[in-house]
């Protein structure tokens, strides 16, 4: 089955209708990773078009593929069927899970890996994409492949600094409630391929880098750590931020001491704007939350909804935005305001969540979780939150759903929704209910969507 029919399958089985399914689905058509490279990388005869870029393939001895990010496989597989025997090698690397049966030939090799926490796969592959950019001059195009996961899939600590270093440091980040402009910003300094880096050891040939986005606003230096644009972030920031979140004391001091060692200028910061390793390399964004959200906009439009794309920069603690979109849901449901039923309100973005307990789920479960109370007894609503990737947080669920009737079919189980908030257990408050969202690993990931409906 087409991945991006999935959700369709699920809403379904959740006895949600054929139109809600249908936008949605329109939201992951959209964002197709195959069907987006395609769109701006485009063959004809011996000339390559990226967007506004033209290349003109007999002057390059070699094309090389490389890329990190969930979406790598799909996109990957676009480079191929444009370039057909053009493509001389390439090492991409991809979710655990997510490598299956390819039309990519061998000399293109997917490598699995760890996510969101960095592991010894993605320090291997890593590896190999380091020896085989080393190897190119500037007789040679490099095509990057740039998906959300990216930067955990693709490690490659510095000197001084151990795997399990980097994955102590990310999961008290993940806990924390830092978001992913902060994680990466740490990142970015703590390893040799993010930050710019990557642009470095491809230099002097020609890159595209094709950038499928799962950052809220598209910032090209934090989509899975920037490792083909300059870099902002500095040594300074990175302490800054462990210092905001007082975290100092719970990671590794051979982390904190070369953190200081670099705020001290003893250690060399990542390239920055106006380096010669960025001056033949292009970055191009194929997809992204908002193009997601349009997608679906028009598809609910088609559909008779009156429809409104709140935001696609939705971010803070998951529990107080779904809140806070529960009473804009309550507004649509009780007064018409801001639009009338029937209204589908759709937003995108990226909450966090701060562990406080030991449960299971993730932000888009907690998110619609903290708006069962608020929307108890609202007749023909629904709020319906999902990972785009098809994973929210360590779970098997991409989301979860809730509506007017919730409340009292949690209680008839025993279910208290305060409870299971407080302890973070999502995924066991609407499992019981059925009401979890299970797609698999859609091979995309353009953030977070949620739809308010009121029919």
């Given at each position: 089955m087409d991945t991006?029919?999935?959700?369709?399958?699920?809403?379904?089985?959740?006895?949600?209708?054929?139109q809600s399914a249908g936008i949605m689905q329109a939201a992951l058509i959209a964002v197709d990773p195959r069907a987006a490279v395609l769109k701006h990388l485009i063959r004809d005869g011996e000339f390559l078009k990226a967007d506004?870029?033209?290349?003109?393939?007999?002057?390059?001895?070699?094309?090389?593929?490389?890329?990190?990010?969930?979406?790598?496989?799909?996109?990957?597989?676009a480079v191929y069927q444009v370039l057909g025997d053009k493509l001389e090698t390439g090492i991409v690397v991809v979710k655990g899970g997510y490598k299956s049966q390819s039309e990519l030939p061998g000399k293109v090799q997917v490598h699995?890996?760890?996510?969101?926490?960095?592991?010894a796969e993605g320090v291997a592959a890593a590896l190999k994409i380091i020896r085989l950019l080393e190897q190119t001059d500037e007789n040679d195009l490099v095509i990057s492949l740039i998906s959300g996961g990216g930067s955990a899939l693709m490690t490659s600590p510095v000197e001084g600094?151990?795997?399990?270093?980097?994955?102590?440091?990310?999961?008290?980040?993940?806990?924390?409630?830092?978001?992913?402009?902060?994680?990466?910003?740490?990142?970015?300094?703590?390893?040799?391929?993010k930050g710019g880096q990557l642009a470095?050891?491809?230099?002097?040939?020609?890159?595209?880098?094709?950038?499928?986005?799962?950052?809220?606003?598209?910032?090209?230096?934090?989509?899975?750590?920037?490792?083909?644009?300059?870099?902002?972030?500095?040594?300074?920031?990175?302490?800054?931020?462990l210092e905001k979140y007082?975290?100092?004391?719970?990671?590794?001091?051979?982390?904190?001491?070369?953190?200081?060692?670099?705020?001290?200028?003893?250690?060399?910061?990542?390239?920055?704007?106006?380096?010669?390793?960025?001056?033949?390399?292009?970055?191009?964004?194929?997809?992204?939350n908002r193009t997601a959200s349009q997608a679906a906009f028009n598809q609910a439009i088609k559909d008779g909804f009156n429809t409104l794309v709140l935001s696609n920069f939705l971010q803070g603690e998951a529990r107080q935005a779904g809140k806070f979109l529960a009473a804009i849901l309550k507004q649509v449901a009780l007064y018409d305001q801001p639009i009338s039923r029937p209204a589908c309100i759709i937003a995108g973005g990226e909450t966090t969540v701060?562990?406080?307990?030991?449960?299971?789920?993730?932000?888009?479960?907690?998110l619609v979780l903290s708006a069962v109370t608020d929307l108890q007894g609202l007749t023909r609503v629904a709020m319906i939150s999902l990972a785009t990737d098809g994973g929210d947080g360590p779970s098997d669920a991409a989301g979860a759903v809730v509506t007017g009737e919730t409340y009292q079919r949690a209680l008839s189980l025993g279910l208290l929704p305060e409870s299971f908030l407080k302890r973070n257990d999502a995924y066991?408050?609407?499992?019981?209910?059925?009401?979890?969202?299970?797609t698999g690993p859609t091979q995309t990931n353009v953030n977070d969507l949620i739809f308010l409906f009121a029919y």
């Amino acid at each position: 089955m087409d991945t991006t029919q999935l959700i369709t399958q699920s809403l379904r089985q959740l006895n949600f209708g054929k139109q809600s399914a249908g936008i949605m689905q329109a939201a992951l058509i959209a964002v197709d990773p195959r069907a987006a490279v395609l769109k701006h990388l485009i063959r004809d005869g011996e000339f390559l078009k990226a967007d506004g870029f033209v290349y003109n393939l007999d002057d390059f001895s070699r094309v090389i593929l490389v890329g990190a990010g969930k979406a790598g496989q799909p996109m990957a597989e676009a480079v191929y069927q444009v370039l057909g025997d053009k493509l001389e090698t390439g090492i991409v690397v991809v979710k655990g899970g997510y490598k299956s049966q390819s039309e990519l030939p061998g000399k293109v090799q997917v490598h699995e890996a760890g996510h969101p926490i960095p592991d010894a796969e993605g320090v291997a592959a890593a590896l190999k994409i380091i020896r085989l950019l080393e190897q190119t001059d500037e007789n040679d195009l490099v095509i990057s492949l740039i998906s959300g996961g990216g930067s955990a899939l693709m490690t490659s600590p510095v000197e001084g600094i151990s795997l399990e270093d980097l994955q102590n440091l990310t999961q008290v980040l993940l806990d924390s409630g830092a978001n992913i402009n902060e994680i990466n910003a740490l990142r970015k300094h703590l390893d040799r391929i993010k930050g710019g880096q990557l642009a470095r050891y491809a230099y002097p040939s020609k890159m595209i880098n094709l950038i499928l986005s799962d950052v809220v606003g598209d910032p090209l230096d934090v989509i899975a750590s920037g490792p083909s644009v300059p870099d902002g972030s500095t040594f300074a920031e990175a302490l800054a931020i462990l210092e905001k979140y007082q975290i100092k004391h719970r990671i590794p001091t051979t982390v904190l001491e070369y953190l200081q060692l670099g705020a001290d200028g003893l250690r060399p910061e990542t390239p920055k704007f106006g380096e010669a390793i960025f001056s033949s390399v292009i970055n191009i964004i194929v997809g992204s939350n908002r193009t997601a959200s349009q997608a679906a906009f028009n598809q609910a439009i088609k559909d008779g909804f009156n429809t409104l794309v709140l935001s696609n920069f939705l971010q803070g603690e998951a529990r107080q935005a779904g809140k806070f979109l529960a009473a804009i849901l309550k507004q649509v449901a009780l007064y018409d305001q801001p639009i009338s039923r029937p209204a589908c309100i759709i937003a995108g973005g990226e909450t966090t969540v701060i562990i406080q307990g030991e449960g299971l789920g993730g932000r888009n479960q907690e998110l619609v979780l903290s708006a069962v109370t608020d929307l108890q007894g609202l007749t023909r609503v629904a709020m319906i939150s999902l990972a785009t990737d098809g994973g929210d947080g360590p779970s098997d669920a991409a989301g979860a759903v809730v509506t007017g009737e919730t409340y009292q079919r949690a209680l008839s189980l025993g279910l208290l929704p305060e409870s299971f908030l407080k302890r973070n257990d999502a995924y066991n408050f609407f499992e019981p209910l059925g009401d979890l969202i299970k797609t698999g690993p859609t091979q995309t990931n353009v953030n977070d969507l949620i739809f308010l409906f009121a029919y």
